[in-house]
């Protein structure tokens, strides 16, 4: 449940009680018992990933570690949940089901440039990173170990921005197209455009899920320096012979 407004605030520090004995110790006429309630600040995170297990299990993590957690499931309302919340940090899977977060991340990031995210994910194609890192993001993936997760939540909040964690072992191979170096995806990426396929069509051709084209969709736009799908497509078709070499 997560937990907005005024009370999200209020949770958001936690009571700390310290009793003082007097000089003459316990049970003298001179000892004096004083409490003090000092409030310290707990940072609330957002963990946002379809899986519920996943979810669940890095919330037990980060409570046992003393941040306050709240879960979001759904794509659909994450934006809402966030500007009610107000977290200071967001743990953001790509993929929601068929649904790719990475549009909504774009849109985090322009509309809410301070708010610290850290994308946390099963794909770790070097170019879906480099992508998730042009937005000004973290990145880090699942397959890290608590320790790890952990310490890049601290760094995150500490204002140290989690670049370059983890890239691919493997670099894909690039080729020049136009003067502009393309990898082998994102040229299989451009043709399936050409052909007039939708990201579903083009992922389902290529073996991956549609979360995993719309960051290479991006990445090309940045790449070539065009700003619409439309003119990825007439690049395309203007070095089309090259693309099919």
Do not use: C
């Amino acid at each position: 449940m997560l937990v907005s407004g005024p009370e999200a605030r209020r949770r958001r520090t936690s009571p700390v009680t310290t009793h003082y004995e007097g000089r003459g110790g316990v049970g003298s006429n001179a000892s004096a018992e004083a409490t003090s309630r000092v409030t310290e600040p707990r940072p609330h995170i957002v963990v946002a990933d379809d899986h519920r297990l996943f979810a669940e299990g890095v919330s037990r993590i980060l409570k046992a570690n003393g941040y306050l957690v709240s879960i979001v499931t759904q794509l659909a309302g994450l934006e809402g949940s966030i500007l009610s919340v107000d977290p200071d940090l967001v743990l953001l899977d790509l993929s929601f089901g068929k649904e790719s977060a990475f549009p909504l991340l774009q849109h985090l990031r322009a509309t809410r440039p301070n708010l610290r995210i850290i994308v946390v994910s099963a794909l770790d194609d070097t170019v879906i990173v480099e992508a998730v890192e042009r937005t000004g993001a973290g990145y880090l993936p699942k397959s890290r170990a608590s320790k790890d997760l952990l310490a890049a939540v601290k760094a995150s909040l500490g204002g140290v921005s989690i670049i370059r964690t983890r890239l691919p072992t493997s670099v894909p191979a690039h080729r020049t197209i136009g003067a502009i170096p393309l990898t082998r995806r994102q040229i299989e990426v451009l043709l399936g455009l050409h052909r007039g396929e939708a990201s579903a069509e083009i992922g389902a051709a290529l073996g991956v899920s549609t979360k995993a084209i719309d960051p290479h969709i991006h990445a090309l736009r940045e790449r070539i320096g065009v700003r619409s799908r439309a003119e990825l497509v007439r690049w395309a078709e203007a070095h089309l012979d090259e693309l099919r070499r």
